[in-house]
């Protein structure tokens, strides 16, 4: 079955930028997902195929998948970006999620 | 605005059934495939089971083949899981969610709250 790697976590200072990878075979061949989950809250769409952001996502949310590793970056890093985020593609019927990194902003 | 909202967890005793549901509001609700998901305590996010718009085509996760039923009244807009002899690895936080796919593509656009099942072991 296909898998997904993410780092358990990430480090950023206040305003600065943060970068999330997520690594699988061939993951440029698919369309990855980003899910950002604050504490006690269920997960929100931030970035949809790649590098699409949903209505009401901010534009310092970006996503590539250019190559492997996929990945999710956050410009000008607010303490409110503290969170939870997680990778998805589909694979097989059915989804395909990363075991998550934890942003902690400094 | 999309709005779902589940209802129907609590605390079982392992064997017991429990029925979840998710109101829906806000879209076309057959238009849209819908999903259950779950987050165990400290976990990360499994796709439980998903339903076709119709209603004719559903998908389990393996550990929960032949316990769980998913099932939809599109006149009502919502959502159901029946879940039957229920384990101790079951415990989670249960998610409603709409799928929408884009070339097979599947992607999770809005999620529910959350209800909270809990199967002491």
């Known amino acids: 079955s296909y898998e997904l790697t993410q780092p358990l976590s990430v480090e950023v200072a206040l305003g600065q930028t943060a970068t999330i990878n997520c690594k699988g075979n061939?993951?440029?061949?698919?369309?990855v997902h980003w899910y950002q989950q604050r504490p006690g809250q269920a997960p929100v769409l931030v970035i949809q195929?790649?590098?699409n952001r949903p209505s009401g996502i901010p534009e310092r949310f970006s996503g590539s998948n250019l190559r492997n590793p996929a990945t999710l970056t956050i410009s000008r890093v607010q303490a409110g970006d503290e969170a939870d985020y997680y990778c998805?593609?589909?694979?097989?019927?059915?989804?395909?999620f990363g075991g998550g990194t934890k942003l902690t902003v400094l | 605005q999309v709005q779902l909202v589940e209802s129907g967890g609590g605390l079982v005793k392992p064997g017991g059934s429990l029925r979840l549901s998710c109101a829906a509001s806000?879209?076309?609700?057959?238009?849209?495939?819908m999903s259950w998901l779950r987050q165990a305590p400290g976990k990360g996010l499994e796709c439980v089971s998903y339903?076709?718009?119709?209603?004719?085509?559903?998908y389990y996760t393996d550990s929960v083949t032949g316990r769980f039923t998913i099932s939809r009244d599109n006149a009502k807009t919502s959502l159901y899981l029946q879940m039957d002899n229920l384990r101790a690895d079951d415990t989670a936080v249960y998610y409603c969610?709409?799928?929408?796919?884009?070339?097979?593509?599947?992607?999770?656009?809005?999620w529910g709250q959350g209800t909270l099942v809990t199967v002491p072991s």
């Open positions: 969610a709409r799928r929408r796919d884009y070339g097979g593509n599947s992607v999770f656009d809005f």
């Open positions: 806000g879209f076309p609700f057959s238009d849209f495939y």
């Open positions: 339903i076709s718009s119709t209603g004719s085509a559903t």
């Open positions: 061939n993951i440029q061949t698919k369309k």
């Open positions: 195929r790649d590098s």
């Open positions: 998805q593609v589909w694979d097989d019927r059915t989804a395909v």
